[in-house]
C-alpha cells in the first residue's frame, strides 16, 4: 500500500515568511518536514536549526515551529493508493480543495468493502493518470460515526458523490463496482450528458472501451429528435451516450438515416431503437436492453441487478457444475427473450457458498437446485414458486406470463409443524399453524420473530426463554417464536432481526409492535399492560427503512444497526 500526504506548500510559504527575518529568510518548502506521510517535529526542528537564527528569541522560535506544523497539519490530507483518507478534521477542507469527489463510507471487517478496495484503488488512479479534477476518498465509518450519522451511512459500502463542493446534497452512487463502472459514471456526472463524435476512431473508442454505449446518429444536433437524446442522456449516469453526425461514422456503423444505436459487448452486440423518438421512449429502449437476456449474480452484478428500474425478477438456482447446465441456461435464455424490460432473468450459482443466505431466503436448500422463483422488489417483497419444478422454454414463459397478467398466488414459505411445537415454554411457530395460535381470540400472543444467524437474536433467546418460563402455565398468555427465514406470514411482514409483536386476545387481529427494552422486567411489564407500556400500533418495521433490499442478505455482518437490529 502506498501511503502519503498533500498538502499545499503555498500555505507553508505564506506562515513561514511572515515570521522570517530581514536577515535570514526560511525556505518557502520544507522538503524534510514530511516523510512517509507523518510529521516528524524533532526533524523539522533539526532542519530548520540549520539555518543561523540570531534575531529570534526561544519564543519566537516555539511559535514558528508551532505555526508551521498547525498550518501542516490542516493541509495535508494522506492518501492511500490514490485514494484521499477523510477524517471529520479535514472533511470540509477537502471538499475545498477537491469541488467534485467521490466518497466511500466503509467498515474495515465488511466483505464487500474489501472486495470493492482494489477497483475503487484503480478507478482512483485511472482519473488521477488522466489529470481529472475529480478525486476518489474513504472515510472509516466505524472511526467515524459523527460523519457517517451526518450522511445518513446504513449499511456497508456507502458511495456518495459531492459534486460542486455542496456538502448539504450528495448523490447517491448505484452503478456497478468495477473500475470502468466508477470511472464512467463519475465522467458521466462531471461531464456533458452528451459527448461529440467526430470521426471513426471517437465512435470505436466509445464502444471499445464501455460494456454499454449509446450513440445517437442525427445530421441535425439541433433537431428535435437530438434535443430527445440529450434529455434521455441527461436522466441516465451509468452508460455514456454520444451523438455524431459525420457521414464516415454513418457509413461505418451501417446506419443510413437519423436513428438511436445501443451497442454492447454481450447478446447480440448491438440494439437499433424503432420509433418516435422521445425522452420516455429512448429510456425504456435503453432499460430493456442495457443488461444481458440473462445476467449471472455476483458481488459485481448486484449494484446492476438491484439498482435498476427493473424490480421484477425471475431467478434460476442452478450448479454450474451440472452437466445440463449450458442446457438449462438455453432454456432460460430463450425465454427471456419476450419479457425484455418487464422481468430480469438472474442464475444463481447454487453451489458458491456466498449464495447460500440467498438459497435460505427462498427456503431451498442445494440438494433442491435446480429451481426457479420468481420476486417483486416494490414497495413489499413478494415471492412465487412455478407448479411445475421443470426447466423449460415454455414452462419459464408460461409461469412469467401469468405473472404479468397478475393470474399468480404469492407463495409464502413454511417449515412443517414440529410435533412438539408447543411442549416447551416458548412455543414454535411456523407458517402452517400461525394465524391458529396467534388469533385464537382467547389468547395473548408474544412473538419473536428472528433468524438463527442473527447475533441480536442469540443474545435476546436466554431472555426470551426466561420469559416463556414465566408464562408456561398462564391460561390466557403465549410466548412464542418464529425463524422468518423458513417462514413467511401474508398479515406481518418482517424486516429486520429480532422483531417483536404483540398479538391481544379478542377477535379484532391487532398487532402491536414491542419497542420497550429487551429485558425480562421491561417484557413484563409489556405483558402486564396489555401491550401498553413499550408498545405502539404495528407500524411496518419503520425504524429500518432500507432493510429490505434482497442484496442486504448477502453478508450478515454488514446488516447490524445502531438499535439492535440485523437488516434481512
Not at 516528524?40 to 530548520?48: C, G, H, M
Not at 450448479?319 to 425465454?335: E, G, I, L, T
Request: hydrophobic share 35%.
Amino acid at each position: 500500500m502506498r501511503m502519503r500526504t498533500s498538502a499545499d506548500p503555498s500555505l507553508l510559504s505564506t506562515c513561514l515568511c511572515h515570521v522570517s527575518s530581514g536577515r535570514h529568510k526560511i525556505p518557502a518548502t520544507l522538503p524534510n518536514l514530511h516523510q512517509g506521510g507523518k510529521k516528524d517535529p524533532k526533524q523539522s526542528s533539526a532542519y530548520l536549526s540549520g539555518y543561523p537564527l540570531p534575531t529570534f528569541s526561544a519564543t519566537m522560535m516555539k511559535f514558528l515551529l508551532l505555526c508551521t506544523l498547525v498550518v501542516a497539519s490542516r493541509a495535508e490530507i494522506a492518501e492511500e493508493d490514490d485514494v484521499l483518507v477523510l477524517k471529520k478534521s479535514n472533511f470540509d477542507e477537502a471538499l475545498k480543495a477537491h469541488p467534485n469527489i467521490l466518497v466511500e463510507f466503509y467498515a474495515p471487517w465488511c466483505g464487500h468493502c474489501n472486495a470493492l478496495a482494489p477497483q475503487y484503488a484503480k478507478a482512483a488512479a485511472t482519473l488521477k493518470e488522466e489529470g481529472s479534477e475529480v478525486r476518489l476518498a474513504k472515510v472509516d465509518a466505524t472511526e467515524e460515526t459523527d460523519l457517517a450519522q451526518e450522511f445518513g451511512v446504513r449499511g456497508y459500502p456507502t458511495i456518495k458523490f459531492f459534486k460542486g463542493g455542496d456538502k448539504d446534497s450528495p448523490k447517491e452512487y448505484s452503478a456497478g463496482r468495477q473500475a470502468e463502472d466508477i470511472v464512467s459514471w463519475l465522467k458521466k456526472r462531471t461531464g456533458p450528458a452528451v459527448a461529440s463524435l467526430t470521426g471513426v476512431t471517437e465512435a470505436e473508442s466509445l464502444i471499445a472501451d464501455n460494456e454499454v454505449a449509446v450513440i445517437g446518429f442525427f445530421k441535425d444536433g439541433s433537431s428535435a429528435d437530438a434535443k430527445a437524446f440529450e434529455k434521455a442522456a441527461e436522466a441516465i449516469d451509468e452508460i455514456p451516450f454520444a451523438m455524431t453526425s459525420d457521414d464516415a461514422v454513418f457509413s461505418k456503423f451501417e446506419v443510413s438515416t437519423d436513428g438511436v444505436v445501443l451497442f454492447k459487448k454481450f447478446d447480440e452486440g448491438r440494439n437499433t431503437f424503432d420509433g418516435e423518438v422521445t425522452k420516455e421512449n429512448l429510456l425504456n429502449f435503453v432499460k430493456s436492453n442495457q443488461l444481458p437476456l440473462v445476467i449471472e449474480f455476483t458481488e459485481q452484478t448486484a449494484p446492476k441487478i438491484f439498482g435498476g428500474e427493473i424490480k421484477s425478477h425471475i431467478l434460476m438456482f442452478l450448479p454450474k457444475a451440472a452437466s445440463d447446465f449450458q442446457d438449462k441456461m438455453d432454456q432460460f435464455k430463450k425465454a427471456a427473450e419476450g419479457f425484455k424490460g418487464q422481468i430480469l432473468f438472474i442464475f444463481i450459482d447454487s453451489d458458491i457458498e456466498d449464495n447460500q443466505r440467498i438459497l435460505e431466503f427462498f427456503g431451498l436448500k442445494k440438494e433442491e437446485c435446480p429451481a426457479i422463483r420468481l420476486i417483486t422488489l416494490e414497495d413489499e417483497m413478494t415471492k412465487y414458486k412455478p407448479e411445475s419444478d421443470a426447466i423449460t422454454t415454455e414452462g419459464i414463459i408460461e409461469f412469467c406470463t401469468k405473472f404479468v397478467e397478475g393470474k399468480l398466488k404469492a407463495h409464502l414459505m413454511s417449515q412443517d409443524i414440529p410435533e412438539d411445537w408447543d411442549k416447551t415454554p416458548v412455543k414454535v411457530l411456523v407458517g402452517k399453524n400461525f394465524e391458529e395460535v396467534v388469533f385464537d381470540p382467547s389468547k395473548n400472543v408474544f412473538v419473536e420473530f428472528y433468524a438463527p444467524w442473527c447475533g441480536h437474536c442469540k443474545q435476546l433467546t436466554p431472555i426470551w426463554e426466561k420469559l416463556g418460563e414465566k408464562y408456561k402455565d398462564s391460561a390466557d398468555t403465549i410466548v412464542a417464536k418464529m425463524d422468518s427465514t423458513a417462514n413467511e406470514i401474508e398479515a406481518v411482514k418482517v424486516h429486520s432481526f429480532p422483531t417483536l409483536k404483540f398479538f391481544p386476545a379478542g377477535d379484532e387481529h391487532k398487532v402491536i409492535d414491542y419497542n420497550g427494552e429487551r429485558t425480562l422486567e421491561g417484557f413484563t411489564k409489556f405483558l402486564e399492560s396489555g401491550g401498553k407500556e413499550g408498545g405502539a400500533p404495528a407500524g411496518d418495521d419503520e425504524d429500518d427503512p432500507e432493510a429490505d433490499d434482497l442484496q442486504d442478505i448477502e453478508d450478515d455482518t454488514d446488516g447490524e444497526d445502531d438499535d439492535g437490529h440485523d437488516e434481512l
